[in-house]
C-alpha cells in the first residue's frame, strides 16, 4: 500500500471526533479501594484461526519457544547483561524488569481503576504517620519458599540503612521502622504524615513513583551491605533473580534479554488469575530507529515498539492489516501519557524571573497550530500542566472560572506587545524583544530531537514571529542544558499528577531548586511561592480522597497561573503501534485495562490481558 499523506493525515484528524470520557471508578489511597483482578472480557477477532492444543513447559529457563509464544518488544535503554537487581546502580525497569517485579497494587489511570495485588488492603491511621498493609495468603518466590511481610520490611529497611540504593529516597527520608506482625501483616512507622505513601511506594502506574520492589530476605541477608549497590542478581545455576511474578530470568547477554515463564506462579495456584501469561517467552531488544521499529513490525518481527511520531505511525499501520493503536487505525494513533508539555522557563534568568515575560510568551503561542503542523492534527492542546486522565479532569473543571480568566490558550500578540512594554522591554534595530542597550533577549528554545523534532521548529516560528530572537536548539547535552540554566525556555513535560494534584504541585519546591550551573531536576523552573507552597504543604498534609483538596487545588493554581512559571502547549501522546499477528487484546480505547507501554512498571498487567491469536507463522 501506498504511505498515508499528510493531506490525508490532516483530513482523518480533523474527522476525527473526541475520544469518550471514561469513568471513574472511585478509588482511593487511604483504604484498599475496590479490587479488580482481572482485565475486560476479551476482544475477539473471529476472523483468527482455532490456536492449537498446546502443553505449557514446565521446565526452566525454557529451550525453544515457538514465535507464536514469545512476545518481543525494543526499547531504547540497551541490555545489560544479567543486571536483574533493582537497588544497584545503572538497573532499568524498562527493559523487560517490570515483568520480574509485583507490587502491592497497580492503578490504571485511564479507566481510573486500582488493582490489588500482593497487598489485599492498605490502612492509615488518623494522620497517616502509620500504616497497616495486609498481604495475600498463599504468596511464594519463584524457588518455593512463601513470601511473607518480613520481605517487605526488610526491603524497606534495607532501603533505608544502605546509601546509594536505587529507589530508596523516600525510605531515607520518612521511614522509622518496618515491622512484620505475622506472616501477612506489615506495619509501617513513618516520622511524618504521609497520606499517599502507599500510592507512591507500593503502587505501580506507569514509570512514575518509587515503584519499590520487594527482595527475598531469606536470599538477601546473605549479601553485605556494601555489596548492594553492585549485586548483579543473576545466576541461572541458581535461577536467580528469585522473582513474585511469572517470569524469570533466562538468557540475559548485550544483544537481548529473555524473561522465561515460571513452572508455577503463586497466583494461578491461588485463583487470583485464571491462567498464566499467554506469552511464555518475553524477549527484550534495542530500539534503534523508527524507521527501523516500523519495518520490524511490518514484517513481524517484532510485537511492540517505542512510542513513534504520528506520521511515522500514521505511515507504519496502514501498511500492514495486523498492527493497530491504541485508537486503532486513527488519530491520534495513541493515548494521553502523563507528561503534558511546556515552554518552561528558568525563572531565575532575566527576564524570564517576570511573570509579565512570561505571559508575553503564552500570548504569543498558537497551540493548536502547534497541533495541527507539527502532528497533523493528531493530538490535544493542554492548558495547564495536567494530563487528561478522569481524576484529573475533575479537578481541572473544578477551576473552569480561574482558567477561563488566565486563558492560556488565547493566542494575541497585541498582549503580548503590551506586557513587554509593561515590563521595559522594546524592540531593538533588527525588530527583536531587547533589553535598554539593544541586546536582544535570549529566546532560544532548548528541545531534543527527535521527540521534539516536529512540533519545536513551530513554536521557535511563533516566537520569533512575536519579536523573540529564538532559534530551535538541540545539542548534544540539550536535557542537561535545559535543567542546569544555560535554556532561558525550553520543552519539557511534567512527571506529576495521576490521580490527585499533589505531584504535580511538588514539581515547583523552592528548596529543590538547584544553584545556577548545577542540574535542577527536583525543580526545573527553579520557581515557588509562598502562597503556593502553603496550599502545597497543606495538600501533602491531606488525605487524597478529602473534599478539602478540590479547595487547596484552586488555591494554589490562582497563584499558579497568575505567575505562569511555565506556559502550557500540548498533552503529551504515547503512540505505540503493536502487532496483533500473534497476540491480541492489547489495551485500547474501547478496552483501557492498563496504558499500552510496555517499559513501564505496569507491564505485566498488559501481559496478562494478551491472548494468542491463533497465527502459528508469519504466513499464517
Known amino acids: 500500500m501506498s504511505k498515508i499523506t499528510r493531506r490525508e493525515f490532516l483530513r482523518l484528524g480533523l474527522a476525527a471526533g473526541a475520544a ?28 483468527a484461526p482455532e490456536m492449537p492444543q498446546e502443553e505449557r513447559p514446565t521446565e526452566f529457563p525454557l529451550g525453544d519457544v515457538p514465535r507464536h509464544r514469545t512476545l518481543i518488544y525494543t526499547y531504547t535503554a540497551a541490555p545489560i547483561a544479567g543486571l536483574c537487581n533493582p537497588f544497584a546502580s545503572g538497573y532499568s525497569s524498562q527493559n523487560g524488569n517490570a515483568c520480574l517485579l509485583e507490587p502491592g497494587a497497580y492503578y490504571s489511570a485511564h ?17 497517616a504517620t502509620e500504616w497497616t498493609i495486609v498481604f495475600r495468603k498463599g504468596i511464594k518466590w519463584s524457588d518455593g519458599t512463601p513470601f511473607t511481610a518480613a520481605d517487605v520490611a526488610g526491603s524497606m529497611e534495607t532501603l533505608k540503612r544502605v546509601p546509594g540504593l536505587n529507589k530508596g529516597g523516600v525510605f531515607v527520608a520518612e521511614l522509622d521502622s518496618a515491622e512484620a506482625v505475622d506472616d501477612t501483616t506489615l506495619k509501617v512507622n513513618l ?116 512510542d513513534m511520531r504520528p506520521l511515522v505511525v500514521a505511515s507504519t499501520v496502514i501498511q500492514a492489516d495486523h498492527l493497530t493503536t491504541w485508537t486503532g487505525r486513527k488519530p491520534p494513533f495513541g493515548y494521553v501519557d502523563w507528561w503534558p508539555i511546556s ?80 515590563a521595559g522591554f522594546s524592540k531593538n534595530a533588527d525588530g527583536w524583544w531587547a533589553f535598554e542597550d539593544g541586546t536582544p533577549i535570549d529566546g532560544d528554545l532548548y528541545a531534543a530531537v527527535p521527540l521534539f523534532g516536529d512540533v519545536a521548529p513551530i513554536v521557535a516560528e511563533q ?28 520543552l519539557f513535560g511534567h512527571g506529576g499528577a495521576t490521580i490527585d494534584p499533589y505531584d ?25 511561592d509562598p502562597t503556593f507552597a502553603q496550599a502545597r504543604e497543606e495538600m501533602n498534609n491531606t488525605a487524597m480522597d478529602d473534599p478539602k483538596m478540590t479547595d487547596l487545588f484552586k488555591q494554589g493554581m490562582q497563584v499558579w497561573y497568575e505567575q505562569l512559571p511555565d506556559a ?30 510496555l517499559w513501564h512498571t505496569t507491564m505485566l498487567q498488559v501481559i496478562l490481558g494478551l491472548k494468542v491469536s491463533g497465527h502459528t507463522s508469519a504466513s499464517g
Open 20 to 47: 469518550a470520557a471514561l469513568t471513574a471508578c472511585g478509588a482511593q489511597a487511604t483504604t484498599a479501594p475496590e479490587e479488580a483482578t482481572s482485565v475486560p472480557e476479551e476482544v475477539t477477532d473471529e476472523t
Open 343 to 422: 515552554v518552561q522557563f528558568c525563572t531565575e534568568k532575566e527576564p524570564f524571573d517576570n511573570p509579565k515575560v512570561r505571559w508575553a510568551v503564552a500570548y504569543a503561542l498558537n497551540q493548536q497550530s502547534v497541533v495541527d503542523i507539527g502532528w497533523a492534527g493528531a493530538g490535544k492542546v493542554a492548558n495547564g500542566p495536567y494530563p487528561e486522565f478522569p481524576k484529573m479532569i475533575e479537578y481541572m473543571d473544578g477551576i473552569k472560572d480561574i482558567t477561563d480568566q488566565y486563558n492560556v490558550l488565547e493566542f494575541n500578540l497585541d498582549k503580548t506587545n503590551q506586557l513587554m512594554e509593561e
Open 191 to 306: 516520622n511524618q504524615t504521609d497520606f499517599r505513601f502507599f500510592f507512591k511506594c507500593l503502587t505501580f502506574r506507569f514509570d512514575l513513583g518509587d515503584h519499590t520492589a520487594f527482595m527475598p530476605q531469606h536470599v538477601w541477608k546473605d549479601v553485605p551491605d556494601d555489596e548492594l549497590v553492585n549485586f548483579m542478581w543473576y545466576d541461572l545455576e541458581k535461577n536467580w533473580p528469585i522473582t513474585t511474578g511469572p517470569y524469570g530470568v533466562g538468557i540475559s547477554n548485550e544483544q537481548y534479554t529473555n524473561y522465561d515463564l515460571h513452572p508455577s506462579w503463586w497466583a494461578v495456584e491461588t485463583g487470583l488469575v485464571d491462567d498464566y501469561p499467554a506469552p511464555w517467552r518475553i524477549q527484550y531488544q534495542l530500539y534503534t530507529t523508527d524507521t527501523n521499529g516500523a519495518q520490524l513490525l511490518i514484517n513481524k518481527e517484532v510485537d511492540h515498539t517505542l
Open 504 to 528: 504535580t504541585f511538588a514539581l515547583y519546591v523552592k528548596a529543590n531548586a538547584a544553584p545556577m550551573g548545577e542540574q535542577s531536576w527536583g525543580n526545573i523552573t527553579r520557581w515557588d
Open 463 to 490: 516566537l520569533r514571529t512575536a519579536g523573540f530572537k529564538c532559534e530551535h536548539k538541540a545539542p548534544p547535552d540539550v536535557w542537561a542544558a535545559k535543567v542546569d540554566g544555560r535554556a532561558s525556555m525550553f
Open 568 to 597: 502550557p502547549l500540548v498533552q503529551w501522546y504515547h503512540r505505540i503501534p503493536v502487532s496483533s499477528w500473534y497476540f491480541t487484546n492489547w489495551p485500547d480505547e474501547t478496552n483501557p485495562y492498563m496504558n499500552s507501554a
Open 111 to 127: 479507566s481510573d481503576k486500582t488493582y490489588m495485588w500482593l497487598a489485599e488492603s492498605a490502612q492509615n491511621n488518623e494522620d
